[in-house]
Structures are given as structure tokens and as C-alpha cells.
């Protein structure tokens, strides 16, 4: 039995879909509103049952864990979920595969006494998750002189990741402004209004440096990484940093207290949409160094639908555990999922629009 958390979400949905498509057991398809869930049973390939489940409730939680061979969460705000779910999971005998928390909930749940035989892999998204797995394609084995990643387009935000999009303050998520450089944070300005191959409309990039952007660093063995949020305006950037200087330790604050600036960053994404319509894009830039192997220098995917995509992905990482391509242990999907695997399953995946090595 695989039990998806969230699945009448933009990403669980998606992430049910793929997995129904898959292949052998059932489903099991959780969220508060149990009618949403068991209409969306009644669409799957798959016999699927709807249980009705709050993740704020530990009982709620055992009960929907329980009998589940893996269990994965799509539900958020996944930086406040951290653990939560995953050590329900864990107590349940089940693996677990996450849509975001990132380090501070691999940091949460490593700190605690993991079943020696489980699996547990966060942030099997586009960003993070395929940020940091796809670019290891470009790199192939060679050391990099630079390699950039800009990721965005014009997503409607929904509140939950709006909220998420609100936490990703601090040094467990990055680094606002910040290129890497020969292995320290260095600061790099914004650029606006640039025409970037792939991006339907000239855009503003502005400079994140993620922690999973550092990894990477480290794993491609670049010298330098750039890594940029990509919006076609400055709406969002401003309400996201509107917000923090309201509330500057967003860790501390309320759910109560972060909705209405959620719903500030939704409504820029709303506009943002409404100008341009909705695009979503990935593209890496490689720099190896001289005299290194000939090799492909961009990669670029393009997708209409940044949050069915991520569902694609939390999908092909529950796959991955199920077939006992991850080993026991808390991982990162950037770190833990084969590149090239990936690569494949999304070229044939009819939500990609395009993924292009040249
Ligand atoms: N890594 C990435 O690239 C990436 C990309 C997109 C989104 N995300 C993250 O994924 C999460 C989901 O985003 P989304 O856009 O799919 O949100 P969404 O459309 O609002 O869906 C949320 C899902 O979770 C369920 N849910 C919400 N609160 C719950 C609770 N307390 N207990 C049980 N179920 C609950 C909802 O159903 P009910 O309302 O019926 O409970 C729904 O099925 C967000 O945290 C977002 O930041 C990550």
C-alpha cells in the first residue's frame, strides 16, 4: 500500500496519478477533506481508498500510516511539517519520500534514532529536488569553472507554498543574494530584465544561493555557482521581502500570522500570471574548465505546470525507494536519485514540455 498525504493537492494529485500509473498494491489517498480524496480515488488507474486525515493529529497519523509500504507527503507547509509525518511513517515500518523540508527536516529526523532498514528522502520537488539533481548531467564527471541555475517562470502560487516560499529563511535554506565562490558565499547582484534562453519573456533573476546550490557545488566540483530565482517581475520579490521585514524571524511566527502575507504573494503571482500567462523553466549553464572532455554545456526543461511537475518528481523518488534504489538512511532527492534516470523518465513524462542536453 502506498499512502499519498496531500493528494488532492497540485502536487499530490499528480503524484497519485504517476504512482497509480506505476503499478502493483493499492493506494491510499489522505487529506482533511475525505470527499475530495475519494473523488479523486475514483479517477486512478488503481484501486485507491480515501481516508479522511489531519497531520496535526498524531492518531490521525498512525492510522493513516499504518499498514503503508512507504508513505509520501505532499501536505504543508512542508518547513513546518519537517519530520512530522516521516516519523509516523518510520513507527508505521514504512519508508518515506517528502516534497520539500530540505535540511531542517533531514537535520529534525537524523537527530532522532532511525530504524536502521528505513528509507526517508525530502525535497523530491523541482526546487528543491530537481535543481540540484539535474545539473549533475551537465557536470558528467567534469570539474566546472561555473555553473548557473535559474528556476521560474509565472506560477499561480498556491497559499500552501506561498507559506513555504515565506520560510525559506535562514541558514538551513540559503543564502538571499549570494553566489559560491571557491567554496564561500560571496555576494552577487540581481539582473533584470534579461532575455535568458528558454524564458518566453525577458525576466528578473534574483540570487539565492540554496543550500542545495552549495552541494551541488561540492558534488560537481565547480568553483563558482550561481543559482537564481527567476520571476517576470519584481512583485513576488517584493512581497516575499515585504513580509520579512514585517516579521523577521518567520520561524517563530504563527501560521495565523504568515497567511495574509501568503496571500500577498499569491496575489503578485496572480498578476504575474495574468500578464504573461503560466511558464515554468529550468535551465543550467556549464562552464567547465579549459582543456576538460567536450561535453554538453546547457540543459534546459520547460513545463507549463511547476506544481504537477513536482508531483512527477515526489512520484519517480517514491518509485526509486520502492525498488530499493536508495539505501536505508535520510537523503536528499538531489543527492539520492539517479540524474540520468530522472532525465529519462521525465523525457517521456507528458507534462515536460521539453528537456534538451546541448
Ligand atoms: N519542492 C518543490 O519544488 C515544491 C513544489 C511545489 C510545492 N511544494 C510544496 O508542496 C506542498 C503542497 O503544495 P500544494 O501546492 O500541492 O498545496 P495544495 O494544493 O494546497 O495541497 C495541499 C494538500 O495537502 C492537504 N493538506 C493540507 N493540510 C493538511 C493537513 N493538516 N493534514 C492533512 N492534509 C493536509 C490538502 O488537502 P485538505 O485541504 O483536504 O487537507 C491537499 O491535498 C507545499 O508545502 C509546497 O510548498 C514543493
Redesign the pocket.
Known amino acids: 500500500m502506498i499512502g499519498v498525504?496531500?493528494?488532492?493537492?497540485?502536487?499530490?494529485r499528480t503524484a497519485a496519478e504517476r504512482l497509480a500509473a506505476f503499478g502493483p498494491g493499492g493506494l491510499r489517498l489522505?487529506?482533511?477533506?475525505a470527499a475530495?480524496a475519494a473523488d479523486l480515488a475514483r479517477t486512478l488507474p488503481a484501486p485507491a481508498e480515501a481516508v479522511r486525515?489531519?497531520?496535526?493529529d498524531p492518531d490521525d497519523l498512525a492510522r493513516f500510516c499504518a499498514g503503508c509500504t512507504i508513505v509520501v507527503n505532499?501536505?504543508?507547509?512542508?518547513y513546518r511539517v519537517l519530520d512530522t509525518v516521516a516519523r509516523a511513517a518510520f513507527a508505521a515500518g514504512a519508508d518515506y519520500v517528502d516534497?520539500?523540508g530540505e535540511l531542517a527536516a533531514k537535520d529534525a529526523l537524523s537527530g532522532s534514532a532511525v530504524p536502521g532498514e528505513r528509507t526517508a528522502v525530502f525535497?523530491a520537488?523541482?526546487?528543491?529536488?530537481l535543481s540540484g539533481l539535474l545539473p549533475r548531467l551537465l557536470a558528467n564527471g567534469r570539474p566546472l569553472r561555473r555553473l548557473d541555475v535559474y528556476v521560474g517562470g509565472a506560477a499561480v502560487f498556491?497559499?500552501?507554498?506561498a507559506v513555504?516560499a515565506l520560510l525559506t529563511r535562514g541558514p538551513r535554506f540559503g543564502v538571499p543574494m549570494a553566489a559560491w565562490r571557491e567554496g564561500a558565499a560571496t555576494p552577487l547582484a540581481p539582473l533584470h530584465g534579461v532575455r535568458l534562453p528558454g524564458f518566453p519573456v525577458p525576466v528578473h533573476a534574483w540570487p539565492y544561493l540554496t543550500t542545495e546550490a552549495q552541494a551541488l557545488a561540492a558534488a560537481c566540483g565547480a568553483d563558482e555557482v550561481r543559482c537564481y530565482n527567476v520571476f517576470v517581475s519584481g512583485r513576488i520579490p517584493e512581497a516575499l521581502s515585504g513580509a520579512w521585514a514585517d516579521v523577521p524571524d518567520v520561524h517563530a511566527a504563527p501560521l495565523e500570522t504568515l497567511r495574509p502575507y501568503a496571500t500577498q504573494v499569491v496575489d503578485a503571482s496572480r498578476l504575474d500570471n495574468a500578464d504573461v500567462g503560466a511558464f515554468y523553466v529550468m535551465l543550467f549553464t556549464a562552464r567547465p574548465h579549459r582543456g576538460a572532455p567536450a561535453g554538453p554545456t546547457r540543459m534546459l526543461l520547460t513545463a507549463e505546470d511547476?506544481?504537477a511537475l513536482?508531483g512527477v518528481v515526489t512520484a519517480l523518488a517514491a518509485r526509486a525507494v520502492l525498488a530499493g534504489r536508495i539505501p536505508p538512511g535520510v537523503h536528499l532527492a538531489a543527492e539520492a536519485l539517479d540524474p540520468d534516470e530522472a532525465a529519462t523518465a521525465l523525457r517521456g513524462d507528458p507534462l515536460v514540455t521539453e528537456l534538451a542536453l546541448s
Open positions: 498525504l496531500g493528494a488532492t493537492g497540485a502536487v499530490g489522505g487529506g482533511r477533506d475530495r486525515v489531519d497531520l496535526t505532499c501536505a504543508g507547509p512542508t516534497i520539500g525535497s520537488g523541482v526546487m528543491p529536488g498556491t497559499p500552501l507554498s513555504d511547476s506544481y513536482s
